[in-house]
């Protein structure tokens, strides 16, 4: 759950990122640090943090499926349950 949310956030950190790359989105911010900063190494920092974000949310989908409840039968009737990873 964490990390799908982490991801969430480094994604969305990544694409405001990207729109800070733009020439009138950055005239209308006007923050101090990233005049000192290029556009190509904005990109490659939101592009990395994108790519980040992403492998986390998709990593953090593929464990929570992981493992289910499967019945336990003794002759035809359901006893219990046992967990079971795929």
Do not use: W
């Not at 969430?8 to 101090?32: H, I, N, Q, R």
């Not at 005049?35 to 190509?40: A, R």
């Amino acid at each position: 759950m964490i990390t799908k949310v982490l991801g969430y956030v480094l994604s969305v950190m990544g694409l405001l990122g990207l729109l800070l790359t733009f020439d009138k989105v950055k005239e209308l911010t006007k923050v101090a640090f990233l005049e000192s900063i290029t556009k190509t190494q904005i990109t490659i920092v939101a592009i990395v943090l994108i790519a980040i974000g992403v492998f986390l949310i998709f990593k953090s989908k593929s464990s929570s499926t992981g493992s289910k409840e499967v019945p336990i039968y003794h002759g035809d009737q359901v006893v219990g349950y046992r967990r079971h990873s795929a």
